[in-house]
């Protein structure tokens, strides 16, 4: 059954990509949508109780993770991944009416969009001052604000749909530095795994038992040996051990349904020193044959004969 929370957090305020892909959600869009400052914000809210779920940023095609959501979920939240919406992102400058590039002195974003397009910053823009927003809407907002009051030499960096709610307009568009800028979101609850549909993945949190020579690929080992897909590897440090000691981040094609997932997963709980379960939820974008369904089915004849040879020992 799907998940259909009543109340959701989201990055805000309005005018976000998290809301544009949000609301792309049929099912979610008719939710009662409570917008927030930052991603701690957002996650603060669902632990809490005081929504039902959140949405948040987790991956960016240009930029890779999107790490102060990826290390909130891994070392802060007890919070279930439900499901992940991919968006593609055009990023636009954000101005007053009657604003040039040359007039610009200072451009307010998000540190995630600023990276997306520095190098087009630094080519059009290279005297302009960047400064931090909580959020790409968050900066159209403040622009507009800032702009109403007389300063016209300010500019954000936001999606185009915030000009109208800030009272901007676009003075340039779709300025990300390199072709195909998507943008990976997640909706997160307390509880509860959504069931397998046969297009999922599962994400997961391995913590080394020790650092050692080989102490990754025995890691990669489980999933590898089941033809298990890994959709997404990265490290973070543990922030306990000093430099050096670092955790895996792992994001797989399949569902903790699968017999399979579930023995990479038990392997790997027995084995290494810790594993946090992250979620098994629906995959975004169009379906794709695996060669883990042909392997799912071979696991289960190979475990139907075991039973068969374990039935026939004399008890």
Avoid at 47 to 53: K, N, P, Q, R, S
Avoid at 88 to 98: F, K, M, N, Q, V
Avoid at 186 to 200: F, K, M, N, Y
Wanted: charged letters at 20%.
């Amino acid at each position: 059954m799907t998940y259909t929370p009543q109340r959701i957090g989201f990055l805000g305020p309005f005018g976000t990509f998290t809301e544009q892909a949000l609301v792309s959600q049929p099912d979610l869009s008719t939710a009662e949508l409570v917008p927030f400052r930052s991603v701690p914000d957002v996650l603060d809210a669902v632990a809490a109780g005081e929504v039902d779920a959140g949405f948040v940023p987790i991956e960016n095609s240009i930029e890779g993770t999107v790490n102060f959501t990826q290390d909130a979920l891994i070392f802060d939240y007890e919070l279930l991944i439900q499901r992940e919406v991919v968006l593609d992102i055009e990023h636009c400058l954000l101005a007053a009416a009657d604003a040039t590039l040359t007039s610009i002195t200072t451009v307010l974003s998000i540190p995630v969009a600023t990276a997306q397009c520095s190098a087009w910053l630094r080519n059009n823009m290279g005297t302009a001052e960047v400064h931090a927003a909580n959020s790409t809407a968050d900066a159209a907002r403040t622009a507009g604000e800032r702009i109403a009051g007389g300063d016209t030499t300010v500019a954000a960096l936001a999606p185009a749909n915030a000009a109208e709610l800030y009272g901007l307009e676009v003075l340039a568009r779709d300025i990300a530095d390199h072709a195909g800028n998507q943008t990976r979101f997640v909706l997160v609850a307390r509880e509860g795994i959504p069931a397998s549909t046969g297009h999922d993945k599962t994400g997961i949190v391995v913590f080394q038992r020790a650092d050692e020579p080989g102490s990754l690929i025995s890691i990669l080992q489980e999933f590898a040996a089941r033809r298990i897909n890994l959709s997404l590897l990265s490290s973070r440090p543990t922030k306990e051990g000093g430099l050096g000691d670092y955790c895996f981040i792992m994001y797989a094609d399949g569902h903790i349904e699968d017999e399979l997932m579930a023995d990479a997963l038990r392997d790997l709980h027995t084995k290494q020193g810790g594993v946090k379960f992250l979620g098994s939820y629906p995959a975004a974008g169009q379906q794709a044959h695996s060669a883990r369904e042909h392997a799912d089915a071979r696991w289960q004849q190979a475990d139907d004969w075991i039973n068969d040879l374990r039935s026939n020992i004399r008890r």
